[in-house]
């Protein structure tokens, strides 16, 4: 199985992601035996949920450390000192200091740290991960009325991983709406998993908010669940003005994507997502950095 790579913005490196549970990601999306499992069990919300509970045990205070280490990660960023996390949840979604994360002036920025691909036109997006796979946006939304405002619009996959800053924020100002939840199984978002079936991501659990936009018409946006993501939490109030780059929720335990759909013509991706995007190559960028105009 080929390496997972990205194209590092800041570096302008291709760099190899270290993949957390790579080994049971590959056994349970590429053996027979684990594929049954998947389908047994690994998919169900109750299998999550379990995980998740173990991960708010304070026992799991003891993987803190050796993870930062491990995946070299900057603890100067983080808003509390590491030793502080009661147990590996609440250090999974743990806030960031402000200045880590500053705001680009551009028009529309990222909404969450991650590996991101963008693309003009939803509607016209083959070759993702393998080839011959094609996005459903219809199916993805899941909702023909709001499909029919979305039909041939420009999209973003934010794909977050284990290591990852695990709160996502608004792309953009405007008015949200309130979150509505679409019912479904919990595959893996990995590459891995995505390699054998991209489907996975319009069959898994997933959210729906429409924000209103002063200039930029309405925005879509979707967060993805994922196996061994516990929940998915919103701690925006809906109906009230938002700024760009607000906090509008976290993941818990596990990594897993975010999707940002504009109405055609509405806006302009930058130009090194496209560019990368079309070669079927993620950029990683992080939350708040320039996304389009």
Known sequence: MKPITFLNRYSGELETEQ?????FLKWAYGNPLGKIALHSFIKRPFFSKWYGKRMNNPITKEKVAPFIKEYEMDAGDFLEDAESYEHFNAFFYRKLKPEARPISDAAVVFPADGRHLGFANAEDV??????????????LIGDDEI??????????????????????????????????????PLFSVSPI?????????????????????PKHGKVLIMEIGATCVGSIYQTYTAGE????????????FGGSSTITIFQQGKVTLDADLL???AKQQELYAK?????GR
């Open 193 to 213: 998993a995505l390699r054998q079936n991209l489907d996975y991501i319009w069959q898994n659990k997933r959210t729906r908010t429409i924000v209103e936009t």
């Open 287 to 291: 939350m708040g950095d320039s996304m």
């Open 275 to 277: 560019e990368n995007s």
């Open 19 to 23: 993949v957390y549970g790579e080994g």
């Open 241 to 252: 003005h938002i700024e760009k780059a607000a906090e509008k929720g976290y993941f818990a």
């Open 126 to 139: 083959e070759g993702v991960f393998i080839k011959g796979q094609k996005w459903d946006l219809q199916k």
């Open 147 to 184: 499909y029919e405002e979305f039909a041939n619009g420009s999209l973003v996959l934010s794909r977050l991983c284990p290591v990852d800053y695990h709160r996502y924020h608004f792309p953009l100002e405007g008015i949200a709406s309130k979150t509505v939840v679409v019912n479904g």
